[in-house]
């Protein structure tokens, strides 16, 4: 997981599909949190970033990292 990054509300391109700032520097899946910093505030918001490792179909049953 990248961050947390703190930017300003228009500061869109932390949502592009390969998010500046957060240090992936090639397509891929990633899921971008973004919150208000203050809470509930408008003047600044953070942002956490995360990539997706693997995936496998439900009747697979549970993931590995998940039966430890």
């Known amino acids: 997981d990248k961050g947390p990054y703190k930017t300003v509300p228009t500061d869109v391109e932390v949502i592009d ?8 520097t090639r397509p891929g899946r990633y899921l971008t949190l973004t919150t208000c910093d203050p809470e509930w505030g408008h003047s600044h918001r953070l942002i956490v ?3 997706l490792d693997s995936t496998q179909p439900v009747e697979a049953g549970k993931p590995e990292a998940l039966r430890r």
């Open 49 to 51: 970033w995360a990539h």
């Open 17 to 24: 599909p390969v998010p500046r700032k957060s240090g992936y």
